[in-house]
């Protein structure tokens, strides 16, 4: 089965660093999720493109986080400056439409350290 | 507001037992229903999903989960669990006109010999 290809798989920073992670979702989704999962939480959506469009980034930090699909394809999530509360993993999901039942699937996620 | 929750943090079973893990959903409609599973350090798999139809879900793993509208409960089964099924469990919901999907905080499956 396709996979969504994340990297890197781990990253350590001191905060007040940048710092950027990259996904590659499934071939032919056009749906494209960044999700932060906190320690002992459940995932938490940050932002949602369709497409090259966001959908949705009411959840996104956006004076120091932003996202970027410019074509449509793969999709990079960046940090700047990190704090130390965004010690995370951060999965990235794909979906060939979006919305109803369909599933998503996931990347096996960055796992950010912020020191 | 949309929510999903998951009473139990953390559970403890023995091999070869029987399992239920609770999910209960906020809000009027019935939303989408999924559960997901997630093996440490890994990104999370759909074991099942519903919306409509026969209230008795069947999924991947011999997973099973049945939807209670009287409660807003999602609950997921399995008749005897593996070791292999050590993980973590999660519940999602997305309603109707919003494509959002929300998560519960999870179900840490511990499995005893």
């Known amino acids: 089965e396709a996979e969504v290809a994340q990297s890197p798989r781990y990253k350590i920073t001191e905060k007040s660093q940048a710092v950027a992670f990259w996904c590659d979702p499934i071939s032919g989704h056009a749906t494209l999720y960044w999700y932060r999962q906190i320690l002992g939480q459940g995932p938490e959506l940050l932002v949602q493109?369709?497409?090259?469009?966001?959908?949705?980034d009411s959840q996104l930090p956006k004076d120091r986080f932003s996202a970027e699909r410019l074509k449509g394809v793969d999709s990079t999530l960046k940090i700047q400056p990190a704090e130390l509360g965004d010690s995370a993993m951060y999965l990235c999901a794909s979906s060939a439409t979006g919305g109803g039942l369909e599933k998503l699937f996931f990347g096996s996620g960055t796992q950010l350290s912020v020191l | 507001a949309q929510s999903v929750t998951q009473p139990d943090i953390h559970i403890t079973v023995s091999e070869g037992a029987s399992l239920e893990l609770r999910c209960n959903y906020s809000?009027?409609?019935?939303?989408?229903l999924f559960w997901y599973v997630q093996s440490p350090g890994q990104g999370l798999q759909l074991l099942l999903k519903?919306?409509?139809?026969?209230?008795l879900v069947q999924g991947i793993k011999g997973f099973e989960a049945e939807f209670k509208r009287s409660q807003s409960s999602f609950n997921l089964r399995k008749p005897s669990v593996h070791w292999s099924d050590a993980a973590e469990y999660f519940c999602?919901?997305?309603?109707?006109?919003?494509?959002?999907?929300?998560f519960g905080t999870g179900t840490r499956l511990t499995i005893i010999p």
């Open positions: 519903y919306f409509s139809g026969d209230t």
């Open positions: 493109f369709q497409d090259e469009s966001v959908v949705d």
């Open positions: 809000y009027g409609a019935t939303p989408y």
């Open positions: 999602a919901a997305r309603y109707f006109g919003n494509e959002k999907l929300t």
